[in-house]
Structures are given as structure tokens and as C-alpha cells.
């Protein structure tokens, strides 16, 4: 069976939802394929399971992009409901508030560790690494060997499952940009004298030291449910599961012919004039015939692979974080979402709690390959060993894996980018990469939806009037709109290039 769209989507999750409704908004031909076979959202879904609602990995709705706070507010106008943001560090059994207080980090460090920490930070300003190639050598120059030992080390090697000194600079610089020493201590001072210090006029916002977010009342699928009814709304569809697995593209006719293979085995043709990609690059290269010549440096990109463990207890011994970020060694759990802090919906049961331990994992390594009920087991022991509830207070859990849930910044991540992007604008001018894997851009959900706003942009028109991968960790996307992010996304004229 054979359909034609004027714009194919593979995935739905931010970015290709986004892409479907914008599309489908300005009455666009648009067909969105998810390989799910039931939920759109991708990792910003919603999971529920017996009545309990968990978000994969806690999704935060701030943006300093107004044009995508306004999507937001149209696609789900009447959901949102406003938290207060809240973080700490488990340490060594000591919980350190996040952002620091520099009182607390003081007495729970200790007189003699705490006045180390400073000096080795004031000599690694005085001393710096020449161009940082590496996170540890970046986070080093900004913080001090001490406090990258204490408050990075263990757990960005628990994130990432590989050393420090093999992670890229640029994870670092995309990650922690615009957070210092001196201006994390100066918010902290403030907090721990209960000094609120004020936002100077068109100063920019520190992502991590924002005190409150918005957040829909039932997780973050909310937005994407709606997203998804809303394209059908207008006009477009959107096909469960479906995998892409063959992409091809005439050249004469300017007509793409993708090969799609559903769930029971069978087989759907789609063609379409633009493709719209959020699916990993990695697939995505090898999945194009004849197979591009950069099919050895996608394949040479690493993702790193995530579960959680949800432990719903009957248990009043409650806690105002958010999420843990656990830095001790002594436990395989990377953090702790607590989602009754996220949403009180999230936990229709009074007297129950319900957190999720995160492990970041490889696919096919034994954490992943473990049995539920192992997993199930490995976070009781875990969070009974962190003090946060009772093991014995658990009643039910769930596990659920998520692969490819972080694009790995490794040494060599960056030339292969750029090997892959050249040759695809080059030989496929109607093929448009966006998203979190679709770019191999470690971007959070407003980034991703930016680079498919951008894209959407760029269709509408007929050229590629914006440079999407100039999207990225603290673009400044200005107050005029989409329309505006040339100048916002740097001074730089960018050059239009006709689209077919």
C-alpha cells in the first residue's frame, strides 16, 4: 500500500510533533510515523501504570524563547500548573542543596575540605588548561579539581558510563554554560541569608538556578497528547507503530519513497516531497539508499541508554525535591525523581509516595538485560541504603526501559556530525534533521522544538531561510518570534539557499 504527503515526520516525539503541527496548522500535507505502538511524546511522555503517572526523566516547561512558551500555551492552554524547583545532592550521606547554599556546603564539607575546595578553584583560575578539549578539563578550569572530584566526577560517569577525560568539552560547555563559581556563590550567599537577588534588567537567565517552572498537571504527555489530536484536528495523521526502515530519493522528480515496516510485519510505502527526521541519526543514515558515503561516521555515534525504576510505597515520609542527584559512588542509582513534587495528580493514592530511581545504562549491558524484578529489587536495596523511604513500605513498581535516551559527546562525536550534515544538505536538500537524536544534539525539549519551528519556517518558504544547528544549550531566541531567530541566533547574515 502506497501514500503520499506533501511532508513525512518520523517521530513523534518534541520535534516531530511540533514539525506535524505547525505543518498541519498552515493546511500542509502531513503524515507523522512513530514507532510506538500506542503513545506519542517519545522520551517526554507520559508513563502511567495502576493510576500512577512518571515522566521519563523529569521534563521542566521554561523557555527563554517566547515564541515557544506561546506554543505551549496553544497547544495546552488551560493545564499548566506552576512548581517551585527544588534539587539537591545526596553526598556521602549528606544531602547538599542545588544550587549550592554556601553555608550548608560549608558545614557539611567540613572547615578543612570546604577552604581546599577554594583554593584549588582559585588555583585553576590563576592556571587554567589551555584549550579545554576534554569535561574534566573544562570543569576543572571553572570549578577546581576539588569540586569536579566531589560535585561532577561520579555522577557525569554514572550519566555517561565512560570516563571524564573521554567526554568532550562541548557537553560540558553546552550543559553548565553561563553557571560560575563566583555567580554560584554570590545566588548562594544570598539564599543562605534568605536574600533573594534581583534579576538586573536584560541580564539572562541561569537555567540552573531557576526557583520555579510550569508543568502540565498530568506529566508532560499531556502536551503531546494534545499536540497529536490537535494535527489530526487540522488535518494531518499520525501512524503507530511504524519503523522507517528504507529511505530512498529521486532527484529528477524531487520525490522521496520511504519504506515503512508496521508491527505485525507487514510493509506501507509512503512518498513525500520534504522529510522531516527526529529518529537517531545513526538509523536514520543507515536506513538511506544507496547508502550515503558518511554511513561509517554515523555509525560511529553513541548514544547512552536510560531505565527507571518507579517504587510506589504507602508511606507519609515525604520530601519537597523535585529530584536527588546521587553523587555517591556506594549506589548504581544516578537520581531520584520524586513525582508527588512534580504534580500532585501524578499520585491519586493519599499517604503514597511514588519516586523513580534512574539508571543510566548501555543497551544489551546487564543493568538493561536485567529481569524486572531484579531491577525491582536493586532500587529498594538502593533507596533503603539513601534513607528516603522504607524498602519494606513499597507496595507496587514498574520498570521501564528508554533507549537512546542521550547522544553521547565523545572525542570524535563532532567531526562525525559534520561529515553526516554535509553530505546530507549537499545530496538531499528536502531532507530536514531536527531534535534531541535527529541532531545528535544533547538539546532540551524547547531547543528541539525550536530547531522543528525553525524548519517548519524554512518549508513554508521554500528555502532555508534559518540555520537550524545554530539552535542550541542558551541561544537567545528573541521576543520578536521565530521569525526573528536569524538575528537572535547570532549577527552573522544567514545565507538563503534554495530548497527544491
Same mark, same amino acid.
Given at each position: ?87 539537591? =545532592? ?47 578539563? !573544562? ?19 554514572? +550519566? ?63 502536551? !503531546? ?18 519503523? #522507517? ?33 527526529? &529518529? ?42 523535585? !529530584?536527588?542527584? =546521587?553523587?555517591?559512588?556506594? #549506589?548504581?542509582?544516578?537520581? +531520584?525523581?520524586?513525582?508527588?513534587? !512534580? ?35 536493586? &532500587? ?19 520498570? +521501564? ?15 562525525? #556530525? ?40 524554512? =518549508? ?41
Amino acid at each position: 500500500m502506497s501514500h503520499h504527503t506533501e511532508t513525512l515526520v518520523i517521530g513523534a516525539g518534541p520535534a516531530g510533533l511540533t514539525a506535524g503541527y505547525l505543518l498541519s496548522k498552515h493546511g500542509r500535507s502531513v503524515t507523522v510515523l512513530e514507532r510506538d505502538p500506542v503513545q506519542v511524546g517519545g522520551i517526554s511522555r507520559t508513563v502511567s501504570h495502576n493510576g500512577y503517572l512518571f515522566d521519563i526523566g523529569g521534563h521542566r516547561f521554561f523557555s527563554k524563547s517566547k515564541a515557544v512558551v506561546d506554543l505551549w500555551d496553544e497547544i495546552l492552554p488551560d493545564d499548566f500548573i506552576e512548581r517551585p524547583r527544588l534539587s539537591r =545532592i545526596y553526598y556521602q550521606g549528606k544531602y547538599y542543596a542545588y544550587p549550592l547554599k554556601a553555608f550548608e556546603a560549608l558545614r557539611n564539607l567540613g572547615v578543612i575540605r570546604s577552604t581546599a575546595c577554594v583554593l584549588s578553584y582559585l588555583y585553576a583560575r590563576a592556571r587554567p588548561i589551555e584549550q579545554p578539549k576534554s569535561f574534566h578539563d !573544562w570543569v576543572r578550569n571553572q570549578f577546581g579539581e576539588r569540586l569536579f572530584s566531589i560535585f561532577f566526577k561520579t555522577y557525569t560517569e554514572k +550519566v555517561w558510563g565512560m570516563s571524564c577525560d573521554a567526554i568532550s568539552a562541548d557537553w560540558a560547555a553546552q550543559r553548565i554554560k553561563g553557571l560560575d563559581l563566583g555567580a554560584a556563590i554570590r545566588d548562594a550567599l544570598g539564599r543562605s541569608l534568605g536574600l533573594k537577588p534581583k534579576q538586573k534588567a536584560g541580564e539572562p537567565v541561569i537555567k540552573t538556578l531557576i526557583e520555579s517552572f510550569r508543568y502540565p498537571r498530568r506529566g508532560p504527555g499531556m502536551m !503531546w497528547e494534545a499536540a497529536a489530536a490537535k494535527i489530526a484536528a487540522q488535518g494531518g495523521r499520525i501512524l503507530h507503530d511504524r519503523s #522507517v526502515d528504507g529511505l530512498s530519493f529521486d532527484a529528477a522528480t524531487g520525490i522521496w519513497t520511504v519504506s515503512v515496516l508496521l508491527g505485525d510485519g507487514s510493509r506501507e510505502t509512503h512518498t513525500a516531497r520534504h522529510v522531516v527526521s527526529s &529518529a537517531p541519526v545513526r538509523e536514520l543514515v543507515d536506513s538511506i539508499r544507496p547508502r550515503p558515503l558518511s554511513t561509517f561516521n554515523a555509525r560511529a555515534l553513541q548514544y547512552r541508554d536510560f531505565l527507571t525504576v518507579a517504587l510506589i510505597a504507602k508511606s507519609d515520609r515525604t520530601f519537597p525535591d523535585n !529530584w536527588i542527584y =546521587i553523587h555517591d559512588p556506594s #549506589v548504581k542509582v544516578g537520581r +531520584v525523581q520524586n513525582f508527588l513534587s !512534580w504534580s500532585p495528580e501524578m499520585v491519586p493514592d493519599a499517604g503514597h509516595t511514588c519516586l523513580g530511581l534512574e539508571y543510566f545504562c548501555f543497551e544489551g549491558d546487564g543493568l538493561w538485560s536485567s529481569s524486572d524484578a531484579d531491577l525491582v529489587a536493586l &532500587a529498594k536495596a538502593e533507596i533503603g541504603k539513601i534513607g528516603l523511604i522504607d524498602p519494606a513500605d513499597v507496595v507496587d513498581a514498574c520498570v +521501564v526501559r528508554q533507549p537512546k535516551a542521550y547522544p553521547v559527546y565523545d572525542e570524535s562525536y563532532a567531526d562525525n #556530525v559534520a561529515t553526516v550534515r554535509l553530505e546530507l544538505e549537499r545530496d538531499f536538500p528536502t531532507l530536514h534533521l531536527v531534535g534531541r537524536n535527529g541532531m545528535h544534539k544533547y538539546n532540551n525539549q524547547d531547543h528541539a522544538m525550536m530547531t522543528a519551528m525553525l524548519t517548519v519556517e524554512n =518549508i513554508l518558504a521554500g528555502q532555508r531561510r534559518h540555520d537550524v544547528w545554530r539552535v542550541n544549550e542558551d541561544a537567545e531566541y528573541t521576543e520578536a518570534g521565530v521569525s526573528g531567530a536569524e538575528a537572535a541566533l547570532g549577527s552573522e547574515r544567514l545565507v538563503p539557499r534554495k530548497v527544491a
